[in-house]
């Protein structure tokens, strides 16, 4: 287990090795696997782990003044030799078995220093990690010496590209958040010269009656499987991979019914009111989607659909909190809750999905761990290795 601790509270990282197949059968339009949302939407499965794990791998993170973690959203790289951590205001660099190496990066106005990251990507190959920040990508190398700062591309508005990605050699591929509905282009792959390669028409434009870079113009955080990049745009149905060729390929369809997004309502609508009326589903959460070439694991949002359709039933958590004797204190009634947070699995072989029921013990929607009666597992990264990544919260084990 991998632990990060903030004050009181301890996180873990959980490392698999996968293996795996699905079930429920799904149409299909053309070559494109469509993915039917709605018509599994309210059967929920309790799904071991051990139908797609083969082994559990625990790494604990070293703990000290140096590699604190802030309660904020946080991102982390894993690969065969380091882990990366990276926040809004640090990086940390651990080894395989979770001992500190140091921090890449620091805070600051000068050469290889920032004000704030908004996220960060790796060169596994020649071991170089780039570091997001809104206009720049800095580059170091995996013992934290700085060597290059690299200008984010702008279209023609001055926005610049951001969820930036490595892809192979000199180029990157990053993300325009189309908030003035006008955009010409949705994603463009970019060189260390900031030079623009390829640009990828966005083929919804629209005239939206407020302007707001809200979450409906994101995108999902890019992830590699291979040789392929997968990207999606949270108001787009599908999802694409960049191949070997630097096209951009259709490579599933989520079938969404009445509450997909649609361009009509990005324009009548303000972002918060997107889903108000007939109810809204968005894929994905904050979680990615992976694709492990046999399964691809998805979630996503269902929101006001309450009495349409029933969703996985989810504990109000305990919370626990050390007192000043050192004693664990558990709070919270333990009420059960409707949760419109919904995981699920595509079985790409047989074309089936499953989505996930809660685990009635640990009360945790995710594969129930049948390998050594842990928490419930969901995977929240994918690495070079063939493992599948989550996170832990050492209070969540506690009270478990």
């Known amino acids: 287990m991998i632990v990060f601790r903030s004050n009181y509270q301890i996180l873990l990282l959980v490392c698999l090795l996968f293996s795996g197949c699905g079930q429920n059968k799904v149409d299909n339009t053309g070559d494109i696997p469509v993915i039917d949302i709605i018509g599994n939407l309210g059967n929920y499965e309790g799904v071991p782990v051990s139908r797609y794990i083969t082994e559990l791998e625990y790494i604990p993170l070293e703990t000290n003044d140096n590699c604190l973690f802030a309660d904020e959203n946080w991102e982390l790289l894993l690969t065969s030799t380091h882990i990366f951590v990276q926040g809004g205001r640090y990086c940390y660099a651990f080894d395989r078995n979770g001992r500190f190496l140091g921090q890449i990066g620091s805070l600051g106005q000068g050469p290889g220093e920032f004000n704030y990251l908004t996220g960060f990507t790796i060169d596994e190959n020649n071991q170089v990690l780039y570091l997001e920040t809104y206009r720049t990508l800095l580059k170091y190398s995996w013992d934290g010496v700085f060597h290059q700062s690299i200008k984010l591309p702008e279209n023609i508005h001055g926005i610049p590209l951001c969820d930036n990605f490595f892809v192979r050699d000199n180029l990157f591929l990053g993300h325009f958040r189309n908030h003035k509905g006008d955009f010409l282009h949705n994603f463009a792959l970019y060189n260390q010269s900031s030079e623009v390669i390829k640009s990828f ?28 990049i997968y ?12 191949n070997e060729r630097n096209g951009l390929i259709p490579h599933f369809v989520f079938d969404l019914g009445k509450y997909t997004i649609t361009k009509e309502m990005r324009e009548s609508r303000e972002p918060s009111n997107l889903y108000s009326v007939n109810g809204q589903i968005n894929l994905p959460t904050s979680m990615p989607m992976i694709d492990t070439q046999n399964n691809l694991f998805f979630s996503f949002s269902a929101y006001n659909l309450s009495g349409k359709y029933s969703f996985p039933k989810k504990m109000n958590r305990s919370i626990v909190t050390p007192s000043s004797s050192g004693l664990i204190i558990f709070q919270g009634g333990g009420t059960i809750i409707d949760s419109h947070a919904v995981l699920g699995v595509y079985d790409t072989t047989n074309q089936t999905t499953q989505l996930l029921d809660t685990d009635p013990v640990t009360q945790i929607i995710g594969l129930i761990n049948d390998l050594d009666g842990g928490l419930s597992f969901w995977p929240q990264y994918y690495t070079s290795e063939n493992e599948l990544v989550d996170i832990w919260r050492v209070e969540d084990m506690k009270e478990h």
């Open 201 to 228: 028409d966005n083929y919804v434009q629209f005239n939206p009656k407020v302007l707001v870079t809200g979450w409906v113009n994101r995108c999902m955080k890019p992830y590699r499987i291979g040789e392929h």
């Open 231 to 242: 990207v999606k745009e949270i108001s787009n149905d599908t999802l694409f991979y960049l």
